[in-house]
C-alpha cells in the first residue's frame, strides 16, 4: 500500500514542493527539535514514505528548508545569464547591488525569520553552516568586484568586505523592517509607494559614494539596454525560481 502510494507521488511536479512548504511551516512554528516529520506529513497531504523518499530524514528535509533562504541557485542562474558579457569593476557592482535589493524587495518571508530565531535559541548550527557553504561566498565574490576595483582605480576603501556587509545588511533590514512596521505612521514614510527603486537607488549611489577615490566624483556608471535587458531576465528567472519553492 505504501509503494502504490509512492508510486502515485513520486513523479509528481507539484509533491516534493508541498512537502517543503510544509516542512518550512511545520519548523517555524516548533523549530527543528519539536518538528516532526509526520506532522509535516499530515500538513503536506502526503504518506510520511514520500518524505523519506525525496529528503532521506528530517535533518535533510531542514537543510533543503534552510537552502531557501539563502537562494541557492541564484549564482548559477547569473552565472549563466552573464557568461557572455564583459563587465568593468562599477558595471558588476551595479550588477551586483540590483540582483541584491530586487531579489529581496517583498520576498522577505516571515516564516523564514522564525526559524532563524529558532536556530539562534537552539545554538545556530546548522544555520552556520549554511553561513559558511551559501552566505559567505557570495559576500566574497561581492569583495573581489570592490578589490578588483581598488586596483583599476575605480574604487578606493580599507576593508572591501565591510562595505559588502553593510550594503548586504542594510537591504536586509530594510526589507525585514516592513513586517514590524506595518500598520504604523512610520510604514508609508518608508514604504509608501515603494516598488524597490527607491532603495536600490539609495543603496547606489551610497554604495558608490563611499567608494569614490579621495579627490574624484562619485561616478555611477551608465548600464546599456542590452545589459539591463539580461538584468530583468536574470530576475524572472529567480523570481519564478522563488515562486516555484513557495
Request: proline content about 3%; some cysteine; aromatic content about 12%.
Amino acid at each position: 500500500m505504501v509503494i502504490g502510494y509512492m508510486e502515485e507521488f513520486k513523479y509528481s511536479k507539484e509533491s516534493r514542493t508541498v512537502i517543503l512548504q510544509a516542512a518550512k511551516t511545520e519548523f517555524a512554528e516548533k523549530g527543528y527539535d519539536g518538528a516532526r516529520l509526520s506532522l509535516i506529513a499530515k500538513r503536506a497531504g502526503v504518506n510520511q514514505a514520500l518524505i523519506h523518499y525525496y529528503f532521506s530524514n528530517k535533518e535533510k528535509l531542514y537543510h533543503e528548508v534552510l537552502q531557501y533562504l539563502f537562494h541557492h541557485e541564484e549564482i548559477s542562474i547569473i552565472r549563466e545569464h552573464l557568461k557572455d558579457v564583459t563587465l568593468n569593476p562599477k558595471e558588476a557592482l551595479f550588477t551586483a547591488i540590483y540582483i541584491l535589493v530586487y531579489l529581496h524587495h517583498n520576498a522577505i518571508d516571515p516564516e523564514i525569520n522564525k526559524i532563524i530565531s529558532w536556530e539562534l535559541a537552539q545554538g545556530g548550527d546548522k544555520f552556520k553552516m549554511l553561513l559558511t557553504d551559501y552566505m559567505l561566498p557570495k559576500l566574497n565574490m561581492l569583495s573581489q568586484v570592490i578589490q578588483e576595483g581598488i586596483e583599476s582605480g575605480d574604487f578606493e576603501t580599507d576593508d572591501p568586505f565591510l562595505v559588502v556587509f553593510n550594503l548586504t545588511n542594510m537591504v536586509l533590514s530594510f526589507e525585514n523592517s516592513k513586517q514590524y512596521l506595518k500598520d504604523t505612521p512610520w510604514y508609508d514614510r518608508f514604504y509608501g509607494g515603494d516598488n524597490g527603486k527607491k532603495l536600490f537607488e539609495f543603496a547606489l549611489k551610497s554604495t558608490f559614494k563611499s567608494l569614490a577615490p579621495k579627490h574624484k566624483a562619485c561616478e555611477i556608471p551608465h548600464i546599456n539596454e542590452d545589459l539591463q535587458h539580461k538584468l530583468e531576465e536574470i530576475m524572472q528567472k529567480l523570481k519564478n525560481n522563488s515562486e516555484h519553492e513557495k
